[in-house]
DNA sequence: TCATCCCGCGCC
DNA sequence: AAAAGGCGCGGGATGA
């Protein structure tokens, strides 16, 4: 396999250089084609190259409108990030250089004023000298196998997450329309929907105050103090302790005002075009690695309008999600053998019941969350000493992470993805709340944020490895689904869920592809490890099938 | 008037 | 029923 590095030349930005390169980054060969011509160069190399460009979203794109579609890639962007953070390659040149074009958001705001006007034009990327630093920095590596798959696995999700956003995703705006008219009533120029202003009256009336605007959150709040309702915000939970006439009235108003806001004819206007809803996703956009998006909301996609994502005539939606990932995650991770047990069966939650150590399952399943997300208190954090002494060494990793994290120490993935650093004030704090006569309240301040941040360690190290894992799972999909027929083709990632738009035909062919391909997830990151990585995955007409 | 802050809540 | 990590977004309030 060889590399394929796509350059601009300043001078003539009617062409793009290629460059041919070994695996170790020698060049061999260099190129000019006119840009345009590039779809057509990409789609007659035969030799399956690893492209490696600086931004699979802008580069993507393109080839894909063409009918060209990547086999796979490295996006120097998003592997630069991590190998300037990761804790494996801190003696690298690339990791000691200060900070240059590869650091920084994609597109970088314009910068106000002429305050760098005198330092001269910005250093320009050059993307063959920057390929090296990366292979020079993963060759010389602690770990240079962990950091190849990640690396390799981020590229693919940057190429599927420009795949998905050009294939979108498959959605009824006949079926949005009515699950909103139902929930809502018919929609309305210039004025609430008649169900909604029904729930607002119904508030008004409740607290006595026929001119009370919902909208406002200080009015609001007003409103139920004079009321005689005892609420420091207009927050729901805060309502639902309430034992008022409005409390009712009051959180269905909520809700479903949320949903016309969020979710509603304006959203489907938006983002809806010809049957498919287009989020931008953000590979990497999360410090742990999970995706971020940006506009649409497309994670968030509440439950009550997920019906109005729906295959196309003749297609089935394969979804799958991965069970309790996280916990199962901890137990390969800490080679938690008794906790990988409990995972034997498809619910882990069950099996820790069954086990013995809690009574029912939804106590397992906080008391796990607790673990991993660093409870401290309520009856989450009461069930932490039997966890730990069920799960010695999946606790013991948590508990080591959150004490990195409270020091003001690093801590990394499985494959690598490394904790940023807590920023000045927070380093100054704790400096100052250890010296000589710190004050009580500086300490206990210090202590907190401490905590804080060692509860945000805690949880890297497991959300991040799980992402990695389900990076992992989504690239082994993708190629197998390219030995099926029909083009099956991901339409939807969503943490540890995926959603497969397939002719109905080989539909049951994709829902065995994701099965295989969360086993090799689990073999790529871990080899042979008794953790089992269980899935649900059902073949539905609509998203709300599912689940 | 516009940009930013903060609240509140949707998802995992 | 619980408490905690990660986000994005819309809306009003706020302040330049």
């Known amino acids: ?168 995703m498959p959605w009824s705006v006949e079926t949005h329309d009515a699950l909103l008219t139902d929930l809502l009533g018919p929609r309305r120029k210039g004025g609430r929907p008649a169900k909604l202003e029904a729930l607002a009256d119904e508030v008004r009336t409740a607290l006595g105050q026929p001119a009370l605007n919902l909208d406002s959150q200080p009015d609001l709040l007003r409103g139920l103090r004079s009321a005689g309702c005892d609420v420091e915000s207009t927050r729901t939970w805060e309502i639902k302790a309430l034992e008022h006439p409005v409390r009712d009235p009051l959180l269905a108003y909520k809700k479903l005002s949320r949903l016309l806001s969020a979710n509603g004819w304006a959203w489907m206007e938006a983002w809806v075009h010809d049957g498919r809803f287009r989020p931008e996703y953000v590979p990497g956009g999360v410090v742990t690695g999970r995706w971020a998006t940006s506009g649409g909301g497309a994670l968030q996609l509440p439950a009550s309008i997920r019906g109005a994502v729906r295959a196309d005539p003749g297609w089935k939606l394969v979804v799958a999600d991965a069970a309790q990932l996280e916990p199962r995650v901890l137990a390969a991770m800490s080679g938690d053998g008794a906790m990988a047990a409990a995972g034997r069966q498809a619910d882990l939650y069950q099996g820790v019941v069954d086990a013995g150590i809690v009574e029912t399952r939804s106590e397992a399943k906080y008391a796990m969350l607790g673990a991993i997300y660093g409870a401290t208190t309520g009856p989450s954090a009461v069930l932490m000493p039997r966890l730990t002494t069920a799960y010695p060494r999946a606790v013991a990793l948590v508990e080591a992470a959150a004490r990195a994290g409270e020091r003001g120490d690093v801590v990394s993935t499985w494959l690598g993805r490394t904790s940023p650093r807590p920023d000045a004030a927070w380093q100054a704090e704790l400096a100052a709340a250890s010296a000589e006569g710190a004050g009580a309240d500086d300490v206990r301040a210090a202590r907190r944020r401490g905590r804080d941040w060692g509860r945000f360690t805690r949880n890297f190290v497991v959300q991040g490895t799980a992402a990695e894992w389900a990076l992992c799972w989504m690239a082994a999909l993708r190629r197998r689904l390219l030995a099926v027929d029909g083009r099956p083709h991901l339409v939807f990632f969503l943490h540890d869920e995926v959603m497969v738009h397939s002719p109905a035909a080989v539909a049951e062919s994709v829902a065995v592809a994701v099965h295989e391909s969360a086993v090799e997830a689990g073999r790529l990151l871990f080899g042979e490890t008794p953790v089992d990585f269980a899935l649900d995955v059902v073949v539905a007409d609509s998203y709300d099938q599912a689940k």
């Open 1 to 168: 396999m060889s590399l394929l590095l796509l350059v601009d030349d300043p001078a003539r930005p009617d062409v793009v250089g290629l460059r041919s390169l070994s695996d170790d980054g020698t060049l061999l060969d260099s190129s000019e084609v006119p840009t345009d011509a590039l779809p057509a160069v990409a789609r007659e190399r035969a030799d399956r190259p690893r492209w490696v460009w600086d931004d699979t979203a802008r580069r993507y794109p393109p080839l894909l409108a063409a009918g060209v579609r990547v086999e796979r890639c490295h996006d120097l962007r998003l592997c630069h990030a991590i190998l300037r953070r990761s804790v494996y390659t801190q003696s690298s040149a690339l990791a000691q250089a200060p900070p240059g074009p590869w650091d920084g958001p994609r597109d970088p705001a314009p910068v106000e004023g002429s305050l760098f006007d005198d330092v001269g034009p910005a250093a320009v990327a050059d993307p063959l000298e920057e390929l090296q630093l990366q292979l020079a920095a993963v060759a010389g590596s602690d770990e240079p196998g962990r950091l190849r798959l990640l690396l390799a696995a981020e590229s693919t999700g940057a190429l599927i997450a420009a795949e998905m956003h050009h294939g979108g």
